[in-house]
């Protein structure tokens, strides 16, 4: 079936430089890809998306881009803090209302 | 500020109960989904509804059922708990596929 796999599982970074994390999906019908941010204890919150008509967003310290011939769309985060630590999931749409999440990135930024 | 509220933060159970999770949406979103977070294995679709009384099954029904009786509201009904269902279950809504999920804090369900 249909899944999106993410990488790296675990990603420490020094404050200040940046992070990235990749996802890769296999549905080529998915137009629609989301960022989740999940903080210790808290709920996942939408931190950014792309639709497949869009190569790259930003959106200040954190960008997304979409190559949608590898099926590989990527989470950039620059000049990073403490308080983004923190759990990151990607998702890949699949059919008109659902998506598939990938099974999450723990950032550590260490002071 | 938009909410999706969990009736419950925690919830231990014991094997063989019935159990209930519900969500409230006050968004007047159409759609409601439940998933269960496990470490390792991120979100996994339980249900999701796109209608009231619309149900429709995820990647891992089984075991669960659902209603929605009200646009707002979205329970998960555990039909006879077994150990294998202790997790964290999150209620979602959406406005529609290009809107992304607002998530509810989650239940974390423990079953004895």
């Known amino acids: 079936g249909e899944n999106v796999e993410q990488h790296p599982s675990t990603l420490s970074v020094q404050e200040g430089d940046s992070a990235v994390i990749k996802c890769t999906y296999s549905?080529?019908?998915?137009?629609?890809f989301p960022w989740y941010k999940q903080e210790l204890g808290k709920r996942p919150q939408l931190i950014i998306d792309i639709r497949s008509n869009v190569g790259e967003k930003k959106d200040q310290r954190i960008a997304v881009t979409l190559n949608k011939t590898a099926k590989h769309f990527s989470l950039h985060i620059t000049e990073t803090q403490p308080e983004d630590s923190a759990v990151y999931f990607c998702?890949?749409?699949?059919?008109?209302?659902?998506?598939?999440f990938g099974t999450g990135t723990r950032l550590k930024v260490l002071a | 500020d938009v909410k999706v509220t969990q009736s419950s933060r925690y919830l231990v159970k014991r094997t063989g109960e019935k159990v209930f999770l519900e969500c409230v949406q006050d968004?007047?979103?159409?759609?409601m989904f439940w998933y269960r977070q496990d470490p390792g294995l991120g979100l996994r679709l339980i249900y999701f509804s796109y209608d009231v009384k619309m149900k429709e099954k995820g990647d891992i029904p089984e075991g669960y059922s659902v209603s929605r009786e009200k646009k707002e509201r979205f329970s998960l009904i555990l039909e006879s708990a077994s150990t294998n269902q202790t997790s964290m279950y999150l209620c979602a809504s959406s406005f529609g596929q290009y809107y992304g999920y607002t998530f509810g804090s989650g239940t974390r369900l423990t079953v004895v």
């Open positions: 998702a890949a749409s699949k059919g008109t209302y659902k998506y598939i």
């Open positions: 549905d080529s019908a998915s137009n629609y």
């Open positions: 968004m007047d979103h159409e759609n």
